[in-house]
Each structure stands twice: as structure tokens, then as C-alpha cells.
């Protein structure tokens, strides 16, 4: 399994939304989330992107207030990711209009369905903005 | 009731009502979720739909961000899930998979649900019932929604298919059997026109080939199809990822991939595949010398980029690299040198990591100093990791890279002085053991530990106390390299070595007792230079026959005298003392002879053991020592004692000498010597590093019983503590057998009074000897005692005490064979013992199952590649059809193909698959008027040309692939 959790954490170590693809219990998350937090908001810009964790290895990103983390394997892309977060974040934008942390919190349903778009079993399945935006317009659309 | 609902609609809080409220509670956050439960709580039981789905969706909001338990909930998402309404649907399928896992008991519930939506018309709702299959699926989901999953698959509808797709993964790794039914159809996909499906399906391979890369070996044309191919990035990267498992397997698939590979790193604009390639020609194409240029030149780059995302990446691909091509790294050696001083923690560790790798015999010393200096610069955290980098790469494989070792043990001393180590317990048994196996380091040794006991402001370190520990040792086990004892006795006497835990602090008193056997030794020897040297010419052949045995055999000296002392005694009783003074002169100067210029330079050096600065050492422990008899800690105090005893004894005899005539100072002063001699024949013998295996190859004497119960053992020793490894399970040896051996002996033949004590103290103290060191008879070793777990003791002491001998001497020999390159010393190895060894992965069986099942369906139905060769014809008419099927679209066919495969119990599969590819075969190649080569051929590699000619040739181009799933072992797909 390629990516094995999405998460997406406010600057005050929030968590907005997290998605997993492989099942922990929420205790588990909540420490694993705990963790993670704590060793990736500690760094600074000049530091690389990239931290190993237990057996993850976390790719992370800032966009204003909000870090998005991805936990992958091991084996896993680092750069690819890197791309991927990028991907989500501008299709994100691309839906909510110069997106915030505010649309993630009150469209949480719409951020997992992005996600679930994108990707499947922690593998990327589709990369092309239009194509992952598609339906959730048609829910929008009908609801 | 109707009316009802449309109140509770009304006055429901919808989920942003409840997401708003929330943040305007700035305190008491966590009552409010409380209550907000409640009310959730109540609203989902409501009959209406609406009521129930909003509640549900505020529930898996309040879960995902607060952590809020939802799992009593399992049922009301079953029903939201199974609302006819897409909206609710929508919140029940999220919620369920957020919440459900495998012990979910309402699973059960949804298989036909799931099945239902699978199946649906609208393909949306087909996809949330993939995405939760995905998330969630058992293996009776996984079984029982087979058939759903594999239809979908081959759906015209590319939205629905690459999900499906995607949920193949999860159905094999769930339940194997499902390979035989969607695996065609999954290679199928690989073929697909659509980029999306064919992001999917290497998405899928990509983790499939990583658990067992062997089974997808046939499938490489198709990789390589689309390693050339496609476009899209981010296919590229896992069809690299893929190729990275399968190249290792079959290097003829190498030759064929480098030249695309490097293609895309020279053409690519995008950095994420380039790294990709950069990494897989160096994991898995490394013995292509151009491309792994072309990877180090592009590595380069990262080293130098100003992000340092790229940095980090390039260093770690330079780590890839060390192992085979270490050129690449001294290539680099500044940038990596550069990063050490990086913001970013990570980076620096991964540059010290090439940093140690870059290490070699010529260069340790420069880089160990520059790391030296790093860490003294650095924060604490850092800095212990290059300590311990430092310390893990120098001692590797028994020091192999240190050539000189005086410098290596002052850098292990001066680590030690820096503030922040934390390395304590690694240094001490890196100086233990060094001072064990290099013989030629021990002089330097004592002289880095001699400055470490002497800094008093040391002590208050407790990260130091295990490094002082070992220092204290060295000087005890090794003063006769010392240049000064006596500044070495003032060192481990200084009051500030109360600071030191009791078991440390039981390490110097041992050592303040070795050192003062070595003052005292020297000194009587001195003094007896003149007096009774000339009486070893009274002992006439005898003797001589001594002085050729030690002069041979130099490190059982101890030994041999000890032995050969004990049958004297017994022919001679009358003669004990005089003769063992003379031997002790005679030992000693052998000692000197066999130590060399050190020793005699030191011995001679020690022409100032005068009579005063004894004496006054000999009051000075006594003053140091007397409060210890109080300690708490039993080491302390006992060992204390034995000192305590000892000094005065040998005081009383000492002091008398000077008024006393000459006749009784001979008489007193061989006496004393003789208890000397023992002892310091006994600290005397030489150390060596024990093979774990080395009580393997002692002998059982014959006059043991071994029983194979131990259980008795556990009441006998079950209360007594064996010394943790930790501290010093090297020091065990200093009570050698053979020094028990000869000082039991001595107790009975010269003293045998004290032992005639009540036998049942005897009875206990043997039990427990490790504590009860017979405290009363001072002039024995407090190290002297019959081994912890040895309830028979003196019967086979001799017996261990030849095999010990036996065992040192074999260690003897191998450091003769191992090291006859001088510059570098003799380090001590025992070929076996100290390796540990290295333990095999083996693949999960779960994996098997699914490879096994894969290799089912690729290879025809043989097991093994073994096998598969001797059925070339069976097993390639397979293949065919099956590669048929993979390039025709006609749907009944393969709807004919599916219900054959779905029953592999049908009687004998093999054959009728067989007949029913031939026909196939047939029929194509009739449409296609293209000449097939037989069947029989096809596992030979001169007509591979041939099976080009087949139908796939006129999309690829005649690449020379296609051969690939033909042979099943190991393909000729590539020549």
C-alpha cells in the first residue's frame, strides 16, 4: 500500500481531516496523530519535507495555516507525493474558491470525497483535476 | 408521526450549526461534544431519514476530528447505508468507512447491500460501494462479492472500472482464490487505451510485485510496453517501482530497461521520476556502469540544489549507492562534508551515515577528528550520534579498519571528556575489549585510563561512571605497563570516588588490589634481588625445567607454576615456602624477560618501590578503606575487607622486617612473598576474549553426571545472582580456574586450620559463593571462589581449568594465523562465537497463498518452475490462450473464458484449457494469416523470433518482448 494515511492539521496541531487507508483504532490514530504533530510542526521552513516515523516515512507540506501530512511506505515516491499534495491542494482550490482551513471544517464530506477520487486503497488513481471534481459537482448539482 | 419528524427536522442542528457552535466554545470543549453525543444519540434513532443521516453525519464528524467513539452506531449506518435517497447513502457509506473494521458485527449485514449498489445502474453509487469495499472488505465480503467486482472490471464505464481496479487489491490480499478469477482480466487492463485504468492496474501490480516480484516476471513485456509508452508520470514512477523488484530477478530484463530508463532520466523534466530512476538504476541496475553515471551526475545535482527536499533525497541515494559504488560518495565528499552542518537534523544524519560509509583504514583518523569536532559543536542529540556512529563503524568486524590503536583508544578518551556523551556503555566495552584482544594497545591503554581516574571533576558525571568503570579495570588488569602505580593508586583513591555507584566502585577496589599485588611484587623482588635470587641454582634441574616451560609458553605461566607448584608440594610439603619464593623470583623475572622492553623499562623504573613509599600506600588504603566496612553494598564492603585483611598482614610483616635479623626477614618475608606470588600469579594471567561458543566445546569430564533436569539447580542457585553481562562479564575470567586450583591447594596444604570452621557454613558459603568471599583468610583473591553455578567444585576444577588452557591456546593460535600483517596489531577474533547470525526473511505464508494463486493463473497450473519445464507443450498452449484472450475484445469468448476459470475444480482443468487455447489458437490465426510456430517450439530461444509473428506484434512494433509469458521460469522475454 502506496499511501497509508492523509491527514490535514491546523498550525495550533488540529487535525482536520484524516484519512486512513489502513485500519487503526482511534486510539491508536489519536496517538499516531499525537506524534506525527508534534515531530513535523517543530521544523522550520529550511528543513526538508520528509521525516521517518515508525515505520512511515511522512511527507508534509504547508500551505498557510494548514499542513498537509501523508504517511507512505517506505518504498514510496517522496517527490511523487510531494506532487500529490499539491494536486489536492489546487483541486481543493479549484472547488472552494482560494481555499482555507475554514471549507475543510465545514465541507469535510467534500475534502474525503476529493480524496476518495484520488485515491483508492492507498493508490493514486486519478490525477486529473476535472475528472476528480466531476462528481461531487453532479452531487452538488442534484442535492 | 409525520408531524413529529417535521418538528424534529426543524429543530435538528445540522451539521454546521453543530461545527459553528463548536467554535465558539472556546473552554469546555469537551462537555460540549458530550452533549452534542447526547443529542445525536437521540436524533438517530429517529424513523426519519433525514433526522437519522444528519445526526449520522455529525457523529462521523465529531469522530474523525474529535476522536469521538462511534462504533455503537454500526447499525444506524447499516441503515443510512441502505437509504434509497444518494445523499444519505452518501453519509452512510462515509461513516461506515470511517468506523467499520473487521470485528464490526453488522459486517454480515452488508454483504447484500454492497452487492446491490455493486451492481446499481448508477455509477456513483457503484463507487461508494467500491470505495468502502476497499476500506473495509473481509474475507467473506471479499469471497462473496468476487463475482461483482470481477464484472466490473471489464465495465465500459472507465469511472467505475479503475475503482474496481483498485479494489482487486484488497480482494487478493483478503482472499487469494479470487486471483484465479480476475487476474486475466486485471493484465488486461494493463492494456487498456485509457491512461486512468492503466494508472490503476500498475498502481495494483506495483504493490502486488513489491510482496512477491517473482510471480510477475511473464507480465515484464507488459511493463516494458509501457515504460516506454506512457506519459504520465506518475504511472512511470510505479512501473519503475515494479521494474526495481523484477531486474534483480533476471538480468537479462537489466540490459533490457537500462536504456529506457536512462532515457527518462535525460529527457524528463520531472524531478519526482528522475529520482525515480536515479533510484532504481542504483538499487537495481547498479552493474550498468553508464547509467549509474548518469545517476550519480543527476545525484550530484540534488546535493547542491537549494532545497533541501532534494538534498535529503540525494544523500539518501548516495547511501544506495555506497555499498557497490563507493566512488560515488568520495565524489560528493564535500557536499556530503557541507550537509553535516545542515539545519535539518535529518540531513545531517543521513550525511554522517555516508560519512561512515565513505570510511577506510587510511582515512579514519582525519574523519573521526572532523566528526569530533562536529560534535563537540553540536546539540546533545546530534552530537551522540555521531558518537555512536563513530563508535559503531570503528569497532565493525573486530576493529577492522583501525590500524593504529594508540590513536583509537585516545579518541575513545577523549569522547569520553566530551560534556555531552552519552556513550558510557559502549565506550567501557570497547575499552575492555580492545584491552582484552590488542595486546599492543595496553600500554596506551592504561595511560588514556590513567587520565581519565585521575579528573576528579569526572566523578560527578553520570554518563562517565561506566567509562571510569572500564578505565579503572584497565589500570588494574594492566599496570605493568603503568608508567607510574603509584599515580594510579592516588587516582583510585581519591575521596571523590564515593560518588561512584557501589558496583563501580567495587571495580577500583578490585583495581586498588591488583595494583597493590603489582607494588608489592616489585618491591620484594627488589629487595630479594640481592638476597635469595642465587637459591633458584639450589633447585638445580627442576627449576630449569620451569624457566623452559614459561619461557615457551609464556601466558599459561600462571598455570603451569600453579600446577606443577601443587605436585611439588605434594612430594615436598617441607619445602613449600622456600621454593615458591624462588619461584616467584624466578616467574618474575621470566615475566620480564617474556614482557619485553616495557616491562623490563618499567621495572626498572620501579627501582623506587623503596621501603618508606610502601608503607605509606599500605596506610593510606588502610585509611581510605577502613570506613567502607560499614558500606551498604555487600561488593564494596567484602572486597574492602579482603584489602582491609590483607594490608595488615603484610604491614605487620613489612614493618617488623626492618628490625628483625636477617634469618627471620628471609623467613617473614618469603611467607609474605609467596602469598604475593600466588596472587600475582593469578592477576597475571592473561585475559582473552571468551567465545560465546566456548563453553560448547568444553569436554564433559567422565566423571560427571549431567542431569537433564536442572531443576534441582534452581533451589541451589535460584537466590543467587549471577553479575549482569553488563557490568563486567569479561572480568568473570579473572578467577581462572587455575588460580582456584592453586589457592585452594595452597589453603590446605599451608593453612588448613581456618577451613576445619563448621562444615555447614562451608555447605552454604559454597552455595553462595559469589557473595561469601572468605573474608577472614585475607591473603586469598577476592576474586577466589568456586563458580556460582559449580555445587561439586574442587573435583573438576582441574578438570575446567586444562580445558580453559586448552581454550586460550586455541585463541592463541588463531590470532597467530588471523594477523601476520604488522603495522596493525594482533586483534584477538574468535572465528565463531562472536558473530550473531544473520536471520532470513521469509515471505508472510499469507503471500504464498496469493503468489501461489498468481502463479496459477500466469504459468498454467504447475507449482513450481521445476516442474513447469516438463510440460513445455501444456503449459505454452496456456499461454496462449491466454495471451489471446488478452488481445481480442470480444466479449462472449471472454465471458466463456471467465466461467472457465471461475470453476478450477472442474475435472482435469489442465487439459481442457488446453484444447479449448487450441481452437482458439486456430481460430485467430486463421483470421490473422500469420504463421505460428508450433507449440513443441516455444520454449526454445532460437525460434522465439518466430512467436513474434503472432497477432501483439502489430501493436508493439516487433519489440522482441512478447515472447515473455510464454516460459513460465524465467522468460527469454528479452533476447
Known sequence: ?143 | MAGSSIMENLFQHSLEDLIKAMRLQLIGETTFISKAVEEIRREIKSTDQQTKSTALQKLSYLSAVHGVDMSWASFQVVEVMSSSKFAHKRIGYHAASQSFNDDTPVLLLITNQLRKDLSSTNEFEVSLALNLLSQIATLDLARDLTPEVFKLLSTTKVFVRKKAIAVVLRVFDKYPDAVRVCFKRLVENLESSEPLVVTAVIGVFCELAAKDPRSYLPLAPEFYRILVDSKNNWVLIKVLKVFAKLAPLEHRLGKRIVEPVCDHIRRSGAKSLVFECVRTVLTSLSDYESAVKLAVEKVRELLVDQDPNLRYLGLQALSVAAPKHLWAVLENKEAVVKSLSDDDLNIRIESLRLLMAMVSESHVADISRVLLNYALKSDPGFCNEILDSILRTCSRNFYEIVVDFDWYVSLLGEMATIPNCQKGEEIETQLVDIGMRVKDARMELVRVGRDLLIDPALLGNVHLHRILCAAAWVAGEYVEVASNPFELMDALLQPRTSLLPPSIRAVYINSVLKILIFCLDCYLLQSDGSGSLYSVNLEGGQSELFSAKNDTEATELATCGGLNYEQDVGFNPRNTADYSGDLSVENGIDRAATHGKTFTSTLLAKKNFMHESIVSLLNRIELIFGPLITNQDVEVLERSQNILSLVQLIKEEIIDNSVLSVDTIEKKDTRVSAIINFMRDAFTTELGPVSVSAQGRVAVPDALVLKENLDELQAICGDTELPSSSSFATGGPHCTTTSDASSSNLLKNEESGPLNESTSLIEHRKRHGLYYLPSEKSEIFPDEYPRANDPKSNSNINDEAAELVKLTEQSLLLKKRTTQTKPRPVVVKLDDGDLTPISVKRPEPRDDSLSGAIKDVLLGSETGPSVSRSYPSGKSSRKQKEKKKLSTNDRSEMKENAVDSEKPDLESPNSSSKNHGHSKERKHRGKEKIVESEDHDHNEKKKSGHRHGRRKTHQRAKSPLNVASQTPVIPDFLL
Open chain 1, 1 to 143: 500500500m502506496g499511501i497509508r494515511f492523509v491527514l490535514m492539521v491546523n498550525k495550533q496541531g488540529q487535525t482536520r481531516l484524516a484519512q486512513y487507508y489502513e485500519y487503526l483504532t482511534l486510539e491508536e490514530r489519536r496517538a499516531l496523530e499525537g506524534e506525527i504533530v508534534r515531530k513535523c510542526l517543530a521544523r522550520n521552513e529550511q528543513q526538508c519535507s520528509f521525516v521517518e516515523h515508525r515505520n512511515y516515512k511522512i511527507v508534509y507540506r504547508r500551505y498557510a495555516s494548514l499542513f498537509f501530512l501523508v504517511g507512505v511506505d517506505d518504498d514510496e515516491n517522496e517527490l511523487a507525493i510531494l506532487e500529490f499534495i499539491h494536486l489536492l491542494v489546487e483541486t481543493m482550490d479549484r472547488h472552494f474558491g482560494n481555499v482555507c482551513e475554514l471549507d475543510i471544517m465545514f465541507h469535510l464530506e467534500k475534502a474525503h470525497f476529493m480524496l476518495e477520487e484520488m485515491v483508492m486503497n492507498g493508490c493514486v488513481v486519478e490525477t486529473n483535476k476535472s475528472n476528480i471534481l466531476t462528481p461531487i459537482q453532479l452531487m452538488d448539482k442534484t442535492s
